[in-house]
């Protein structure tokens, strides 16, 4: 009876097609909304597809996208923007803030950060591959070789301020072990030795740098096959000749690769180096001291100077160590 009515009634009938109509238009927009988004989603991944070759991308590429952006905005943008501003001292292209961060005090600076990241880099890179070597193989007790690896996975991350002060703490001018020692005879400040020292420092950097390049050749060392020895043994080679012609070039990579990362740990380190010696000749304090600007004003262009230089040193030293990282991943797959 309704339907009946609804049907004989004009009114309603042009009601429900005013309704119907408007329906309609509502869907059409939902439709095109939807084809809108998906349109541009599209014209994204076939922008990248272009960038690609042609090819289309898959999720691990779109996946990089974030990451890509994140270091091309917090890290190549600023670095492209400090090597301009050191070409460009004063606003005209020139080399002599490059000349001056090499020369006179940060000459000096230059040198003790060397010697220092030198000199942790070799010392800890030969007790870390000794350490990696006498674990080799080691099944008893079961609990040190666990115990060995959670300590270095911790120690080569720890720095800055916290292991700063745990070593003054204990070897410091009223250091908890300096006490000790001198209550048994042995005078640890009287013989020289201080932690704001090159020596001192670098004594304090090894405690991240062994497990470091513990950690970095323990697949190498581990890779060394017993039926490499066994046959070298069998045509009656030495251990000498052994390591001289077999497991040492296999080493090498890995053994220089880490100490290269050593190298480049401990020369940009800066935390650590701040609290052991604030007025230090040191390449990162030089870089504070400038920038800062709280005696030297209106050097900025010497401060990014220095830091184009450090940046310099830093990626010769990554593309050198990828280098050999190559060389040492043959011997990985073979």
């Known amino acids: 009876m309704t339907g009946t009515n609804l049907a004989a009634d004009p009114t309603s009938r042009a009601t429900s ?128 070789r666990p115990m060995v690896d959670a300590w270095s996975s911790v120690a080569s991350q720890l720095g800055g301020v916290p292991l700063a002060f745990a070593f003054v703490a204990a070897l410091g001018t009223q250091g908890v072990l300096t006490k000790a020692l001198a209550a048994v005879g042995i005078d640890v400040a009287g013989s020289g030795f201080s932690l704001s020292t090159l020596a001192g420092m670098t004594f304090v950097y090894l405690y991240f740098e062994i497990p470091l390049m513990f950690l970095v050749v323990v697949p190498a060392v581990g890779g060394l096959r017993t039926t490499w020895r066994e046959a070298a043994e069998l045509m009656g080679a030495s251990p000498l000749r052994y390591w001289l012609t077999v497991g040492g070039p296999i080493l090498a990579p890995s053994v220089l690769g880490g100490m290269l990362l050593l190298f480049i740990n401990a020369f940009s380190a800066y935390a650590t180096a701040y609290v052991l010696n604030s007025s230090g000749q040191l390449v990162p304090l030089a870089i504070r001291f400038v920038l800062q600007g709280n005696v030297i004003t209106g050097e900025q262009d010497l401060g990014y100077a220095l830091v184009t230089w450090t940046v310099a040193l830093l990626v010769a030293g990554l593309v050198l160590m990828n280098v050999l990282q190559r060389r040492a991943a043959r011997w990985s797959r073979a």
């Open 17 to 144: 097609a005013g309704v119907g109509a408007a329906a309609a238009r509502a869907a059409v927009v939902v439709i095109d909304d939807s084809t809108g988004s998906t349109g541009s989603t599209e014209g994204i991944v076939g922008m990248l597809g272009r960038l690609l070759g042609g090819r289309k991308p898959n999720a691990a590429t779109l996946a990089m996208i974030p990451f890509l952006a994140f270091v091309g905005i917090f890290l190549v943008w600023p670095m492209a923007a400090v090597v301009v501003k050191t070409f460009t001292p004063g606003g005209r292209f020139g080399v002599s803030t490059l000349i001056r961060a090499i020369s006179g005090p940060y000459q000096s600076a230059f040198e003790n950060s060397l010697m220092l990241a030198g000199a942790s880099a070799v010392i800890g890179g030969v007790l870390g591959l000794a350490l990696a070597m006498a674990l080799r193989g080691l099944d008893r007790p079961r609990w040190l």
